[in-house]
């Protein structure tokens, strides 16, 4: 990338495109399903069930890759009360409406029951209601996720000091510390608030060489200002490089936020993984709009 501002602090960024991977499996999606869904075969499962909120990125990528694959899918989706008037949610949600024309069934439960998803009691009613399945957790990551995650970084990228990524359940995060060389450094950015993100990614890594920057969330996951709008807007006329508003506009903001108060020493080299996403633009533009703030324009 060329800009001013990392000229003058003298440091290097690059962007590493996996948004560009697939046009609907992009990106850590992409790299969590590979091996699940390759588990799913060898197993002889037919239907993949997992979890998502009503503009998860999970839920648009399964959708997807279950039609590519000839998989039936099943979502299980926060909030009951998108089912009242189902036609009209498809209408109104894109990444609901876009998993729906994939094939996608939908079970819409209440945010309590939600809560208790991974419970033994909640598969077993699930069992009950729609037979064998192969289940995949919200967001993705497990231990198969984890694995294609470590496959993001490759022999070519050993070269950077610095490698930047947003973080949601960890997972990706994770994968990438593990693949790092010795004398590199993960940086994560949340898009959510909450302390327990470090808890969940040393569930899948034994490295030390990480750290969360918990600055950046722009108060939680999903939500995003008019000044994080403008940022996304003003680097992709910049670069041409499309954010999203969940996860990579947020890690690039801070990033340069990071070079301006001269966080990164003098040539250090910078690696920030895309991790795709974009299709939840559509959703937080109807969000913005009812705000009455300006748009994501990419």
């Avoid at 694959?69 to 009360?81: D, H, N, S, Y």
Wanted: contains cysteine; proline residues 2%.
């Amino acid at each position: 990338m060329k800009h001013e501002l990392l000229d003058k602090a003298k440091v290097s960024l690059d962007i590493k495109r996996e948004d560009l991977i697939h046009q609907y499996v992009s990106g850590n999606k992409f790299r969590k399903l590979k091996y699940n869904l390759l588990e799913a075969k060898n197993l002889e499962h037919n239907t993949i069930l997992t979890f998502g909120g009503a503009y998860s990125n999970h839920i648009a990528a399964t959708a997807a890759a279950g039609k590519i694959l000839g998989l039936k899918t099943i979502g299980v989706i926060r909030g009951e009360e998108l089912a009242n008037n189902l036609d009209k949610t498809l209408l109104e949600n894109d990444t609901l409406g876009f998993a729906a024309k994939a094939g996608m069934q939908f079970k819409f439960i209440d945010r309590k029951e939600y809560r208790d998803k991974e419970s033994l009691s909640f598969r077993n009613k699930l069992v009950a209601e729609f037979g064998d399945f192969y289940l995949i957790p919200e967001g993705g990551t497990n231990d198969l996720a984890v694995k294609g995650c470590q496959e993001i970084l490759t022999n070519n990228d050993i070269e950077y000091d610095i490698i930047c990524c947003a973080v949601g359940t960890g997972g990706t995060m994770s994968g990438i510390v593990n693949s790092t060389g010795p004398n590199q450094k993960v940086l994560g950015f949340p898009a959510l608030k909450g302390d327990f993100l470090s808890k969940e990614i040393k569930k899948y890594t034994s490295k030390t060489n990480w750290n969360l920057i918990n600055e950046y969330h722009f108060g939680g996951y999903g939500k995003i200002n008019e000044e994080g709008v403008n940022f996304i807007n003003n680097f992709y006329d910049q670069q041409h490089i499309p954010l999203d508003p969940v996860y990579t506009g947020k890690m690039v903001f801070g990033i340069f936020d990071l070079v301006q108060k001269g966080f990164f020493i003098k040539n250090t080299r910078i690696l920030a993984v895309h991790t795709g996403g974009l299709q939840g633009i559509a959703g937080m533009n109807k969000k913005l709009k009812k705000k009455k703030l300006p748009l994501i324009t990419i």
